[in-house]
C-alpha cells in the first residue's frame, strides 16, 4: 500500500521555523518526483517546492523562495520541508506528493510539480502571533 504521512507541523509565532517531514512507503522513492504544496483557508491548492531525481532540479513558489528548503533522506524514503522565517500567510494545510512522470523537459520549474500520483492527508499549519 502507497503510503505518505506528513507530521511536523502546528502552530508557530511569525519568524519562527517548522520542518515538516513527510514518511513514504509503498514505492520506490528514488524514482520519484518529490512535492510539497498547501491550500490556505478559502484558496486553491498551490505547488510549494518540488524536487527530481536524479539530478535534483528543484522549484521554489516566488512566495517562498529564500525561506523554505525541499530535502530527503533517500535511506529512510523521507522528504523534508524546512520552513524558516515564516509568514501569516503561511498558514494552510501542507501536503507531500510524488509522481514518477518524465519531467525531462523542464528544469527547476513548476512543471516538476505537475501530475502527481500518490498524495498525504495533509497537516496544518498556523502562523499567527
Known amino acids: 500500500e502507497v503510503q505518505l504521512v506528513e507530521s511536523g507541523g502546528g502552530w508557530v509565532q511569525p519568524g519562527g521555523s517548522l520542518r515538516l517531514s513527510c514518511a513514504t512507503s509503498?514505492?520506490?522513492?528514488?524514482?520519484?518526483?518529490k512535492g510539497w504544496f498547501r491550500q490556505a483557508p478559502g484558496k486553491g491548492r498551490e505547488a510549494v517546492s518540488c524536487f527530481r531525481n536524479p539530478n535534483g532540479a528543484t522549484y521554489y513558489a516566488d512566495s517562498v523562495t529564500g525561506r523554505f528548503t525541499i530535502s530527503t533522506d533517500n535511506a529512510n524514503n523521507t522528504m523534508y520541508l524546512q520552513m524558516n522565517s515564516l509568514k501569516p500567510e503561511d498558514t494552510a494545510v501542507y501536503y507531500c506528493?510524488?509522481?514518477?512522470?518524465?519531467?525531462?523537459?523542464?528544469?527547476?520549474?513548476?512543471?516538476?510539480?505537475?501530475?502527481?500520483?500518490?498524495w498525504g492527508k495533509g497537516i496544518p499549519v498556523t502562523v499567527s502571533s
Open positions: 506528493a510524488a509522481h514518477n512522470r518524465n519531467t525531462d523537459y523542464v528544469t527547476d520549474s513548476v512543471g516538476l510539480c505537475y501530475g502527481m500520483d500518490f
Open positions: 509503498g514505492f520506490t522513492f528514488d524514482d520519484y518526483v
